[in-house]
């Protein structure tokens, strides 16, 4: 069992149903890989620089992730620098998907999840929490549920990765 505190973003294609109308599968195929590579491209061209070891060197991770259909499921372990890619790939696929006309809606959550990519089992509360926050927003953005609070990581390195307070989320109700 893969079990592990982990941050966990699900994200929302909006407008998935006139988008799979008009372009079709394989247009629609081609716009999650362009997506995809937009932002691999933007996390590999903006390296972070590792210095923990006295030797400076340049890191870039690549966030985990599973589509199916109109969800995009993305998984982090709670490391540093982990931490700071995951939160630079979802800022990234919102902007690239208003570009590409696929536009997102985004819930972030943190906690205990069991994500088995073997055998296809994703499982815990931050799954839960994450898809409750993107399903009650009204808006093209993301927001962070307040599982966040319990993860050292996130509270000591939220200003260096551009994690904004905005109180009034536009929510359709709920949370």
Request: hydrophobic share 40%; glycine share 8%.
């Amino acid at each position: 069992m893969c079990r592990e505190n982990r941050f966990i973003a699900m994200a929302d294609v909006l407008g998935f149903q006139n988008n799979f109308r008009n372009a079709g599968l394989e247009g629609l195929y081609g716009q999650y890989q362009s997506l995809l590579e937009r932002v691999r491209n933007n996390a590999r061209s903006n390296p972070l620089t590792d210095v923990s070891n006295g030797q400076p060197h340049d890191i870039s991770i690549d966030v985990e992730h599973v589509i199916f259909s109109d969800t995009i499921l993305f998984w982090s372990p709670e490391s540093l620098e982990h931490v700071l890619f995951f939160f630079l790939t979802i800022a990234g696929c919102i902007g690239n998907s208003i570009q590409l006309g696929m536009p997102l809606r985004v819930g972030i959550a943190y906690g205990d999840t069991v994500i088995d990519v073997e055998n296809s089992i994703y499982i815990g509360q931050p799954i839960i929490d994450a898809h409750r926050l993107e399903s009650s927003q009204n808006w093209i953005g993301a927001a962070c549920h307040s599982s966040l609070q319990s993860s050292n990581i996130f509270q000591i390195n939220r200003n260096s990765m551009n994690v904004v307070d905005y109180p009034q989320v536009p929510l359709r109700g709920g949370l």
